[in-house]
């Protein structure tokens, strides 16, 4: 992918940010503010730096995630609602920060809380889009049994997105599990069907079948790394390419 300074690579882009990388290792707080307001400063920098529409899911994992907790003994539906929850907070955290950075913004929320979001309604999501607001989709799809990924290649399709950017704490898709395989390899490009076939964890499969069905390719990259935000919604080839 080449970027040229009078066509910006993406014109939408959907930001799936990790809830895990909200949270600083070590802290007991699930949500850092200095993490919360350098990832804003990034989304800024790359509005300012080219006419790319930005639409963001966040994730909940830095306070739950339903799967885990249905393990233990809940009722997974109930888990589910309070893991969508969760990315409630982390969403307004983010709108908070970005209007710091004097960066419009709305949340829109899958399940009704008009006192704090929008609710979310996917033509006025495409008109905020369109005028340069940045879009947060809270609350997940709004229905268990689903993940904030899966959520992310959904409203891409609904958005006409022409990217799922995931941003997370690893720099890329591996044959295994990076994180419990240090012998594991990365994948500069790989193809949707040899996620889902080899059950490369990154992203669920439903998340994957939903960008292939919508021709929509995911870029998946380091959340950590300084910068890496910037880069990627500026078209810098900084992680794996599925597509
Ligand atoms: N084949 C693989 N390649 C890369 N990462 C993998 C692979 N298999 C599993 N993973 C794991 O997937 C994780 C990223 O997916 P996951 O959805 O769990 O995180 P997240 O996006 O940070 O989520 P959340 O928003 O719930 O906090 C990585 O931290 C990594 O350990
Ligand atoms: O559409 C959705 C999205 C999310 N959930 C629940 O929220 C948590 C947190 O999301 P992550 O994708 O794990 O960050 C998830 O574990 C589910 O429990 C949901 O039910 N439906």
Known sequence: MSQSESSPVYKRVILKLSGEALREVGSQDNISPEIVERIASEIRAAKDAGDVEIGVVVGGGNFWRGASASARGMDRPTADYVGMMATVMNALALQGALEAEGVECVVQSAIEMRNVAEPFVRRKASRHLAAGTVVIFA?????????????????????????????????????????????????????????????????????????????????????????????????????????
């Open 139 to 243: 609350a997940g799809t709004g229905n268990p049994f689903f993940s904030t990924d899966t959520t992310a290649a959904l409203r891409a399709s609904e958005m006409g997105a022409d990217v799922v950017m995931k941003a997370t704490m690893v720099d890329g898709v591996y044959d295994s599990d990076p994180k419990k395989n240090p012998d594991a390899v990365r994948y500069d490009t790989i193809d949707y069907q040899t996620c889902i076939r080899e059950e490369l964890k990154v992203m669920d499969s439903t998340a994957f079948s939903l960008c292939m069905d919508n021709h929509i390719p995911i870029v998946v990259f380091d959340l950590g790394k300084n910068g890496n935000i910037t880069k990627a919604l500026g078209g810098e080839n900084i992680g794996t390419v599925v597509e």
